[in-house]
């Protein structure tokens, strides 16, 4: 077998997970703290997806624990196939949420005494901690696609 970094099971995808966590939770601790986002389907949707994506990694950050601990690689495909597809969701789900999110702040932005320049600042920052974690999102899932054919 061919071992992938990034793919699940490495020290790398532990990483990886552990980043898109603190991007998520930091993207949603911008947007919830103090500021009144429900007013925006977007900023909704934000936070929505965030809250997705903190328990989704978590849960693979701890199966890479797993595997790192005992040094044994992850071979399931099946459910290498269903995190792939978990994470391509994911990814997909957190690009079109920064990508609304930011949209947003920048047509608040252009009206500046609907959204004071601290909180449009919050909302950008917001949605820029959304748009690392897709990154790292889409990261984590083309690893683990690469390792997929490996596998069968």
């Known amino acids: ?35 009144r986002f ?3 389907t977007a900023f909704c949707y934000l936070v929505t997806i965030m809250s997705l994506a903190i328990p989704w990694n978590l849960t ?3 199966v890479d624990i797993y595997c790192v601990i005992l040094q044994q690689p992850f071979q399931k495909p099946r459910i290498l196939l269903a995190i792939s597809i978990g ?6 789900l957190a690009l079109a949420s ?7 702040v920048d047509i608040l932005r252009s009206n500046e005494s609907s959204c004071p320049p601290t909180i449009c600042n919050r909302y950008q920052f917001a949605a820029t901690l959304a748009f690392l974690t897709w990154f790292l ?14 596998l069968i």
């Not at 991007?23 to 919830?32: E, P």
Request: charged fraction near 5%; avoid cysteine.
């Open 98 to 104: 920064a990508s609304s999110a930011a949209s947003v």
């Open 60 to 62: 693979l950050a701890m």
């Open 1 to 35: 077998m061919v071992e992938v970094p990034g793919s699940v099971g490495t020290t790398a995808s532990l990483s990886l997970r552990l980043g898109q966590m603190v991007l998520a939770f930091g993207s949603l601790l911008f947007m919830t703290i103090g500021v």
């Open 38 to 40: 429900y007013q925006f």
């Open 137 to 150: 999102s889409l990261s984590s899932s083309l690893f683990n696609l690469w390792l997929l054919p490996s």
């Open 87 to 92: 994470d391509w969701v994911v990814s997909v």
